[in-house]
Structures are given as structure tokens and as C-alpha cells.
């Protein structure tokens, strides 16, 4: 589940970043990697735990996908926060270092 969560921020973002004029500007690429990073983490982690548990892994209980699942959006709210700090950092339209000066 964190898989298929992680994914779907990384398609969403990925077409918001290739549609958005502004994609330097909002370090939108920086959201892309992080998410496109975590679904390769998280590939990689399921044909690990497939190797391991065989057809077993098809076949979760409920729990576990939920509790995943949970993984998967915290993931992803942590991603967005980061790339949230770097954007107010960065400022690119001066908003709060005009707002620091005053």
C-alpha cells in the first residue's frame, strides 16, 4: 500500500511539475525525486518481502494495508512538508523577506 500511495504523489507531481511554467521557480523537481525516490525504496522493499513470504504476499491481512496505508500518506505529508520549507527558504517572490524588514 505505502507503494501504491507513493507512486500516485509521484505521477500527481510529476504531471503538476511538467504542466507548471513556474517549476524552477517552486523547486517542483525536488517534490518529483522525493516522491519518484520513495516508490523505488518501496519497489525495492516489495520484491524483497516477495521473495521472503512467496504467494503470501498477495494476501495481507487488513491491518497490515491499513497500517501501510497510513505509512504511505505520512510519507508522502512528510515529503510535502519538506519541499514546503525549501520553497519558503528559497522565497522566490521576496514575500517574507519583505515581511522580515518591516
Not at 507512486?7 to 511554467?21: H, K
Not at 516477495?50 to 505509512?71: A, C, Q
Given at each position: 500500500?505505502?507503494?501504491?500511495?507513493?507512486?500516485?504523489?509521484?505521477?500527481?507531481?510529476?504531471?503538476?511539475?511538467?504542466?507548471?511554467?513556474?517549476?524552477d521557480e517552486l523547486k517542483l523537481s525536488m517534490l518529483v525525486f522525493m516522491y519518484w525516490g520513495a516508490s523505488l525504496m518501496?519497489?525495492?522493499?516489495?520484491?524483497?518481502?516477495?521473495?521472503?513470504?512467496?504467494?503470501?504476499?498477495?494476501?495481507?491481512?487488513?491491518?497490515?494495508?491499513?497500517?501501510?496505508?497510513?505509512?504511505?500518506?505520512?510519507?508522502?505529508?512528510?515529503?510535502?512538508?519538506?519541499?514546503?520549507?525549501?520553497?519558503?527558504?528559497?522565497?522566490?517572490?521576496?514575500?517574507?523577506?519583505?515581511?522580515?524588514?518591516?
Amino acid at each position: 500500500m505505502t507503494l501504491l500511495v507513493t507512486i500516485f504523489a509521484a505521477v500527481i507531481s510529476t504531471i503538476v511539475w511538467y504542466n507548471n511554467p513556474k517549476r524552477d521557480e517552486l523547486k517542483l523537481s525536488m517534490l518529483v525525486f522525493m516522491y519518484w525516490g520513495a516508490s523505488l525504496m518501496w519497489g525495492v522493499d516489495a520484491v524483497f518481502e516477495y521473495i521472503e513470504l512467496g504467494s503470501e504476499y498477495f494476501n495481507p491481512m487488513p491491518l497490515d494495508m491499513l497500517n501501510d496505508f497510513f505509512l504511505g500518506l505520512s510519507a508522502v505529508a512528510l515529503g510535502l512538508v519538506i519541499w514546503m520549507v525549501a520553497v519558503l527558504v528559497k522565497d522566490p517572490k521576496g514575500v517574507i523577506r519583505k515581511k522580515l524588514v518591516k
